[in-house]
């Protein structure tokens, strides 16, 4: 395996334990730690599928003129659109998604492409997930 590093669109969801996924990698540059992912076609594909998620989010998120989002409004695509695929494709509603590489092949093997995804089913989940479930 080559010590090429890919961008990891879900890097971040990776790294606070909320999912995992075969591919990733953890990489340091001074005390800053982030996400990479080791295999190019997979790093490709999750990057195609966060567009599709954050183009067909900007109605739910109130975010049309906006060309970057907070945090939590990534969090809330990802993690969101995440749950609310593996709950299509698989009818299990957890709360962690255990390899993003396997649910995104299903979604690819499921729909085909990414612009086919039924959007609409995805935006109520995307809508009302919180990032962190306060007490």
């Given at each position: 395996?080559s010590?090429?590093?890919?961008?990891?669109?879900?890097?971040?969801?990776?790294?606070?334990?909320r999912c995992?996924c075969?591919f990733?990698?953890k990489?340091?540059?001074?005390?800053?730690?982030?996400?990479t992912?080791?295999?190019?076609?997979?790093?490709?594909?999750?990057q195609?599928?966060?567009?599709?998620?954050?183009?067909?989010?900007t109605?739910?998120l109130?975010?049309h003129?906006?060309?970057s989002?907070?945090?939590?409004?990534?969090s809330?695509?990802?993690?969101?659109g995440?749950?609310?695929?593996?709950e299509?494709?698989?009818?299990?509603p957890?709360?962690?998604?255990?390899?993003?590489?396997?649910l995104v092949?299903?979604?690819?093997?499921?729909?085909?492409?990414?612009t086919?995804?039924?959007?609409?089913?995805l935006?109520?989940k995307?809508?009302k997930?919180?990032?962190?479930?306060?007490?």
């Amino acid at each position: 395996m080559s010590n090429k590093h890919h961008t990891c669109p879900f890097s971040h969801l990776i790294l606070s334990g909320r999912c995992a996924c075969e591919f990733a990698a953890k990489d340091c540059i001074a005390e800053k730690e982030f996400g990479t992912c080791l295999k190019q076609s997979c790093s490709n594909n999750c990057q195609s599928l966060y567009h599709q998620l954050r183009e067909n989010s900007t109605f739910v998120l109130k975010s049309h003129h906006q060309s970057s989002l907070s945090v939590g409004q990534q969090s809330k695509i990802k993690m969101g659109g995440l749950l609310a695929l593996q709950e299509i494709i698989t009818h299990s509603p957890t709360n962690t998604i255990r390899n993003i590489t396997v649910l995104v092949d299903k979604i690819k093997q499921e729909y085909g492409t990414f612009t086919q995804i039924p959007f609409s089913q995805l935006m109520p989940k995307i809508a009302k997930f919180k990032f962190r479930i306060r007490n």
